[in-house]
Antibody
Framework: QLQLQESGPGLVKPSETLSLTCTVT??????????WGWIRQPPGKGLEWIGT???????YYNPSLQSRVTISVDTSRNQFSLHLSSVTAADTAVYFC???????????WGQGTLVTVSS | QSALTQPPSASGSPGQSVTISCTGS?????????VSWYRQYPGKAPKVLIY???KRPSGVPDRFFGSKSGNTASLTVSGLQAEDEADYYC??????????FGGGTKLTVL
């Protein structure tokens, strides 16, 4: 059964870079059928699509975050990562990773990890 | 890309039906048949209920029904049960390999 797990610091200082990794188990990230994505949810608010990556390294980002986001993939470790630069308090959120399929559906999701931006 | 518009809340009594709307534009909901619906319990990750407007993954009961008309998609939950109390989100493909989510609807079972 495919599972995803986010990991990374839970606290990041303003103006620094938020970095998270998603580890995929129970299946290979080297698939021509799926993309791998990041979604975030500020406390008490809705979901926001961040971006997606293919195993080849091709990326697509939400235009509103594109200038600050980088998503990368490490196929040898079956992981993909999120880097969000110049963070502010508005970037405080639960960050989820998920697999995205040809139906443009995200499934499954990781359990999510809360990242707080504060000095 | 702007978030899709959902009502902040919806409610119904056990056994009743409730419909949640998800309004976008021709650039997203109206332009593609790639609308998904998710249910999220507090502190948990979302889980897909509907994909491609009206298809249910295996294991999702047929009490959940998805539809679309123009720029508005809808999720109907029939035979409301206590376990249906949760937050519901729609999403749509918007082209250029990107997605957009709705603002979410909190469903209360009275």
């Amino acid at each position: 059964q495919l599972q995803l797990q986010e990991s990374g610091p839970g606290l990041v200082k303003p103006s620094e870079t938020l970095s998270l990794t998603c580890t995929v188990t129970g299946g290979s990230i080297n698939s021509t059928y799926y993309y791998w994505g990041w979604i975030r949810q500020p406390p008490g608010k809705g979901l926001e699509w961040i971006g997606t990556i293919f195993y080849t390294g091709t990326t697509y980002y939400n235009p509103s975050l594109q200038s600050r986001v980088t998503i990368s993939v490490d196929t040898s470790r079956n992981q993909f990562s999120l880097h969000l630069s110049s963070v502010t308090a508005a970037d405080t959120a639960v960050y989820f990773c998920a697999r995205r399929d040809s139906s443009e559906t995200c499934d499954p999701w990781g359990q999510g990890t809360l990242v707080t931006v504060s000095s | 890309q702007s978030a899709l518009t959902q009502p902040p809340s919806a409610s119904g009594s056990p056994g009743q039906s409730v419909t949640i709307s998800c309004t976008g534009s021709r650039s997203d909901v109206g332009g593609y048949n790639y609308v998904s619906w998710y249910r999220q319990y507090p502190g948990k990750a979302p889980k897909v209920l509907i994909y491609e407007v009206n298809k249910r993954p295996s294991g999702v009961p047929d009490r959940f029904f998805g539809s679309k008309s123009g720029n508005t998609a809808s999720l109907t939950v029939s035979g409301l049960q206590a376990e249906d109390e949760a937050d519901y989100y729609c999403s749509s493909y918007v082209g250029y390999n990107n997605l957009v989510f709705g603002g979410g609807t909190k469903l209360t079972v009275l």
